[in-house]
Nanobody, 130 residues
Framework: QVQLVESGGGSVQAGGSLRLSCTAS?????MGWFRQAPGKEREGVAV???????????YYRDSVKGRFTISRDNAEHAVFLQMNSLKPEDTAMYYC???????????????????????WGQGTLVTVSS
């Protein structure tokens, strides 16, 4: 099981930007970000999957499409989340996740079946003020 360490959280005003980073102790084809706001259920934000040919596929929750971008550096075992046009409703603890043996279909399915994932980071807090 890989170990995940997040960084980059902080406080920002609405409309601002933050970039989250996550470094893993090993390689996982499926990596991504989840978040949990106070009093709410944990939800998938974005996942990225590197196929056998080396190309990346991405999947986002509707509410962040066009504002957030997930990317990865496989050489560094890192995944990033660029968050632009932040809104107060984006306030949450953000968790880096990994599913080392998942295929693309299950990587996407992890949005609703997060037990498919096998590694979670400790979280980094993002606070967006209005």
């Amino acid at each position: 099981q890989v170990q995940l360490v997040e960084s980059g959280g902080g406080s920002v005003q609405a409309g601002g930007s933050l970039r989250l980073s996550c470094t893993a102790s090993g390689y996982s084809k499926c990596m991504g970000w989840f978040r949990q706001a106070p009093g709410k259920e944990r939800e998938g934000v974005a996942v990225i999957y590197t196929g056998d040919t080396g190309g990346d596929s991405t999947y986002y929750r509707d509410s962040v499409k066009g504002r957030f971008t997930i990317s990865r550096d496989n050489a560094e075992h890192a995944v990033f989340l660029q968050m632009n046009s932040l809104k107060p409703e984006d306030t949450a603890m953000y968790y880096c996740v990994a599913g080392g043996t998942l295929g693309w279909a299950n990587c996407r399915l992890s949005f609703v079946v997060d037990s498919l994932l096998d590694a979670w980071g400790q979280g980094t807090l993002v606070t967006v003020s209005s």
